[in-house]
C-alpha cells in the first residue's frame, strides 16, 4: 500500500526554520516525481516546490525561491522541504506529493501529482 505521512510542522517565529518531512511506503522513492505543496485557509491548494527524478529538475514558487529547498534520501525514503526565515504569508497546510510519471515537475496543476499525504500545518507568528 502506498503511503505518504508528513512530519514537522508546527508553530514557528517568522525569521527561524523548520524543517518538514514526508516518509513514504509502499514505492520505491528514487522512481519517482515529488513536490510540496501548500493550502492556507480560503486559498487554493498552490505548488511550493517539486523535483524530477529523471534529471533533477527543480522548481520553486517565485514566494520561497532563496528561502525554501526541497531535497529528497531515497535510502530512507524520506523527502524533505527545509523552510528558511519563513514569513506569516507561509502559514498554511502543507503537503507532499509523489507521482511515478519521473519526470514530472510541475507546480501550477496539483493534480497531476496521483499520490498525497494527510498534510501538516505550519503556523508562522511570533
Known amino acids: 500500500q502506498l503511503q505518504l505521512v508528513e512530519s514537522g510542522g508546527g508553530l514557528v517565529q517568522p525569521g527561524g526554520s523548520l524543517r518538514l518531512s514526508c516518509t513514504t511506503s509502499g514505492f520505491p522513492l528514487d522512481n519517482y516525481a515529488i513536490a510540496w505543496f501548500r493550502q492556507a485557509p480560503g486559498k487554493e491548494r498552490e505548488g511550493v516546490s517539486c523535483?524530477?527524478?529523471?534529471?533533477?529538475?527543480?522548481n520553486y514558487a517565485d514566494s520561497v525561491k532563496g528561502r525554501f529547498t526541497i531535497s529528497r534520501d531515497n535510502a530512507k525514503n524520506t523527502m524533505y522541504l527545509q523552510m528558511n526565515s519563513p514569513k506569516p504569508e507561509d502559514t498554511a497546510v502543507y503537503y507532499c506529493a509523489a507521482s511515478p510519471r519521473f519526470r514530472l515537475c510541475v507546480l501550477s496543476f496539483w493534480s497531476e501529482y496521483e499520490y498525497w499525504g494527510q498534510g501538516t500545518q505550519v503556523t508562522v507568528s511570533s
Open positions: 523535483t524530477s527524478s529523471s534529471d533533477g529538475t527543480t
